[in-house]
Each structure stands twice: as C-alpha cells, then as structure tokens.
C-alpha cells in the first residue's frame, strides 16, 4: 500500500482502542506508531481517550466498592 492510499484509509475502533490501550501502558512499536499517525484522526484519539479513561475510573471504582463489601 502507498502512503496515499494510507492516508485517505478510515481508522477502525479496534485501531483507535489498540492505540488508546497501548498509549495508557506505554508500550508501542514504532511500526504501530506510524501507521497509527497516518490513519488516525487527532479528533478519534481525544474521543478515544475519552472514553477509555472513563472506563477504567468505573472499573477501578467497580472494584474498590466489590473489595469493600
């Protein structure tokens, strides 16, 4: 694939969940990261983010109160 065809390919929310995964572990490949920069949108990362983190403060909150019961 050319970088062109790269560029104006749409991201999946699998890819978007991988890098916002991998992004809160701090564990990449550089490989990962290029394709991701190429791809991604800074708006889909944020959302991304978003939601991610809103996820695991439930969880974390989630099992702190199943700990203390």
Not at 3 to 19: C, L
Not at 21 to 39: C, P, Y
Request: proline share 1%; aromatic share 4%; glycine share 8%.
């Amino acid at each position: 694939m050319d970088k062109i065809t790269k560029k104006t390919a749409n991201a999946s929310v699998w890819q978007i969940a991988k890098a916002v995964i991998s992004a809160f572990m701090g564990i990449r490949k550089k490989s990962d990261l290029e394709n991701d920069a190429a791809t991604l949108k800074p708006a889909q990362v944020i959302i991304g983010g978003i939601i991610g983190g809103l996820l695991f403060v439930i969880g974390v909150l989630l099992l702190v109160k199943l700990v203390l019961s």
